[in-house]
Every structure is written in structure tokens, then in C-alpha cells.
């Protein structure tokens, strides 16, 4: 016979760790939430974040509620399979990431006064590093930066990383010119079709592009999906003004579509 859900009596955490507990329960949970791991749910929890920036990029408070609480079923699943195995509980995560942020904001919790907003992120960083040495773990400053980042992502936080040490371009015009070289050597390997090379090299131009929005103070990541809007955007103009000719893309040529790529530009200037 099922079991009835947790009441909702119980306070919406205590009720959804209830829930969860639930579906992992060995004899009479879900057979899909009873078979995950780490591994396989960190998938989701990449897409959830993905989602909730995505509300917000949406500016739908609606979803992003709904999102937010998505999110928060993943913590919640990890920290789930964590105590199974009796390493850690929801609980210690909670207390883990309070002691974090009072830790990390003494001028808040404790004595110390930043001069300041520079002074504060320096600060912040300091303490940063600081938990890092206190972990024994980096052999190298780069070693904490997860793999599993976004790799635009991640490229801005290894060139901040060696940034912080002094291994840094003086200014933007610096990186500009290392992004001209880059591209010089690209179309070098295009042009010899030498398509691994030129792989390499593309990677090359993005680790310098990634540098630049660094530099700039531009997250790569915003960026690309703010022009990733535009293109769909435009694109959809395409699909719209061809089908009000009884065409589709595929029955077009380049030089319609690219005249009327150059109309939706014109009108969103307009």
C-alpha cells in the first residue's frame, strides 16, 4: 500500500527533507531517485542553476520561484545521499555555509572596517585564500578552480587567479593585440586545413576573449547569452517575414536572409 506524503503540517524544509528521505528509502521510495549518485544527479543541478539564471534573465518571478525551489531540491538530494553514507548531513551544509559567510564578512560580524568596496573584495579574497591554505589540499594557486565550470567560465577565474600574482596584461589594449595574434595564428591552421591545429587555436582565442571580459569586467557567460537572445531573435524575424512570402528557410539564399537580418537590425535600432 503507498505511503502517504510528509504532512504538510511540517515546517516547507523539514518537510521537504521528509520527502526526500521518502524517495530514497530502499524498500519503498522511487526506483530512479533510489538509483542516483553524486555523478548522476550533478547533471541536473547544473541545468537548475541554468534555469534560475535564466528566470531571471527572463525577469519571471513566477518561474523563478519555481526554479529557485528546483534548485534547492538539489542541495537537498546531494545532501540526502551524503548522510547515507554517513559523511555529512543537510544540517552540517547549513552550518558550513553559515560559519562561511560570518568568516567572510568581519566587517559585518566582527571588528574589522573596509575603506573601501576595492578594499572589501581584496579582503575577500585574502580570506579566501587563506581557507585554501588552511585546506592543505591546492599544490598549485589554478588547483581549486572546478573543472566542471562553464569553460568560458573558467577561463576568467584561472586568468583572475594568476591575475591576483601579478601574471597579468597591463590593460585591455595589451589583451586586444594577444587576440589578434591568436586569430592570425587561426587562420594560419584554417587556411592549411589542418583542423586539429586550428582546434587548438581556437581554444587559444577564446582563453584570450575570456581575458578581455575579464578585463573588462564583462561576464563572458552574460554576454554570450545576450547575443545568443539576439540571434534567435533575428533569426525568428527571418522565419516570420518568409513565411509571410509562403516560404521557409530552406527555400531561401543567403542574400534574403542576410537583407532581412539587416531589416530586424533597423528595427530594433529604430
Not at 545521499?81 to 559567510?101: L, S, W
Not at 567560465?153 to 593585440?177: D, H, N, Q, Y
Not at 586569430?183 to 591552421?189: A, G, N, P, T
Not at 561576464?219 to 516570420?240: C, G, H, S, V, W
Request: proline share 5%; hydrophobic share 45%.
Amino acid at each position: 500500500m503507498p505511503l502517504s506524503a510528509p504532512p504538510s503540517e511540517l515546517a516547507p524544509l523539514p518537510r521537504l527533507l521528509a520527502i526526500m528521505a521518502r524517495l530514497r528509502d530502499r524498500k519503498t521510495g522511487c526506483p530512479w531517485d533510489i538509483e542516483q549518485t553524486f555523478a548522476t544527479v550533478a547533471p541536473y543541478t547544473v541545468e537548475e542553476a541554468y534555469e534560475v539564471a535564466d528566470a531571471i534573465e527572463r525577469g519571471d518571478l513566477d518561474d523563478l520561484r519555481d526554479e529557485l525551489g528546483d534548485l534547492l531540491l538539489q542541495v537537498v538530494f546531494h545532501a540526502r545521499m551524503a548522510e547515507e553514507q554517513g559523511a555529512f548531513t543537510f544540517d552540517d551544509v547549513v552550518h558550513a555555509i553559515n560559519d562561511k559567510m560570518i568568516r567572510r564578512h568581519p566587517h559585518v560580524f566582527a571588528e574589522e572596517t573596509y575603506a573601501s568596496l576595492a578594499e572589501q573584495k581584496d579582503g575577500w579574497e585574502a580570506l579566501k585564500a587563506a581557507e585554501r591554505q588552511g585546506k592543505g589540499r591546492a599544490e598549485s594557486l589554478l588547483d581549486d578552480v572546478p573543472v566542471g565550470l562553464p569553460a568560458l567560465t573558467r577561463a576568467v577565474k584561472l586568468s583572475k587567479r594568476a591575475a591576483g600574482v601579478g601574471f597579468v596584461w597591463p590593460s585591455a589594449k595589451e589583451v586586444l593585440e594577444k587576440l589578434h595574434e591568436e586569430v592570425r595564428e587561426l587562420v594560419v591552421e584554417v587556411e592549411a586545413g589542418d583542423l586539429e591545429k586550428a582546434r587548438q587555436e581556437m581554444g587559444d582565442v577564446l582563453f584570450v576573449v575570456a581575458n578581455l571580459a575579464r578585463t573588462l569586467e564583462v561576464d563572458p557567460e552574460d554576454a554570450l547569452r545576450f547575443t545568443n537572445a539576439k540571434f534567435a531573435r533575428r533569426f525568428r524575424y527571418i522565419e516570420q517575414r518568409l513565411a509571410e512570402r509562403g516560404r521557409t528557410p530552406d527555400q531561401s539564399d543567403l542574400a534574403e536572409m542576410d537583407a532581412l537580418w539587416d531589416e530586424a537590425k533597423a528595427a530594433e535600432k529604430a
